[in-house]
T-cell receptor, first 115, second 110 residues
Framework: NAGVMQNPRHLVRRRGQEARLRCSPMKGHSHVYWYRQLPEEGLKFMVYLQKENIIDESGMPKERFSAEFPKEGPSILRIQQVVRGDSAAYFC?????????????FGPGTRLTVL | AQRVTQPEKLLSVFKGAPVELKCNYSYSGSPELFWYVQYSRQRLQLLLRHISRESIKGFTADLNKGETSFHLKKPFAQEEDSAMYYCALRPTGTASKLTFGTGTRLQVTL
């Protein structure tokens, strides 16, 4: 099991462009979480998804950000019209089905730089 | 609202010295507490969780509900313990989000 995969590992965008970050959960995992880490800060929750459903998006900015986890394929975090403040490391985590006591396994992160 | 506080950004200790990484939390319900570690150039990984009550790599952490703390301790620090350590919380028995502290960098020197 290769673990949680994220790509790209590094992404550079100019202001106003779109950024697409991909996350492939571990095999058998149906829960995906996205976290953002700004410089000098801890990881902040953004969104929690299960296949084809958004369960909790309380940490997502109201505009420009969206996430999906389709029936087939990776989870995508999409940032439209990026601004310099979006520069951060974005981490994806996955966990197996069920609710209680399941560990979240983290990917290596995507470092987004907005010029 | 949930909050996790790690008051120290950097903790520098000598090899063989005791280590205590502080974590305090604020949560009105029943919390589940975790310590995650990130070694250089590696991904974030779970070190231990309070419900397991186990020692991992010599580290232990006890949940103190009275003081709302979950400090991470090790009696004798090793060089390979140098890493970023994050304390995290989530409501007990749920698959919901983790709330992280800002992290403490542990630096073990000879």
């Amino acid at each position: 099991n290769a673990g949680v995969m994220q790509n790209p590992r590094h992404l550079v965008r100019r202001r106003g462009q779109e950024a697409r970050l991909r996350c492939s959960p571990m095999k058998g995992h149906s829960h995906v979480y996205w976290y953002r880490q700004l410089p000098e800060e801890g990881l902040k929750f953004m969104v929690y998804l299960q296949k084809e459903n958004i369960i909790d998006e309380s940490g997502m900015p109201k505009e420009r950000f969206s996430a999906e986890f389709p029936k087939e394929g990776p989870s995508i975090l999409r940032i439209q019209q990026v601004v310099r403040g979006d520069s951060a490391a974005y981490f994806c985590a996955s966990s197996p089905p069920g609710t209680a006591y399941n560990e979240q396994f983290f990917g290596p992160g995507t470092r987004l730089t907005v010029l | 609202a949930q909050r996790v506080t790690q008051p120290e950004k950097l903790l520098s200790v000598f090899k063989g010295a005791p280590v205590e990484l502080k974590c305090n939390y604020s949560y009105s319900g029943s919390p589940e507490l975790f310590w995650y570690v990130q070694y250089s150039r590696q991904r974030l990984q779970l070190l231990l969780r309070h419900i397991s009550r186990e020692s991992i790599k010599g580290f232990t952490a006890d949940l103190n509900k009275g003081e709302t703390s979950f400090h991470l301790k090790k009696p004798f620090a090793q060089e390979e313990d140098s890493a970023m350590y994050y304390c995290a919380l989530r409501p007990t028995g749920t698959a919901s989000k983790l709330t992280f502290g800002t992290g403490t960098r542990l630096q073990v020197t000879l």
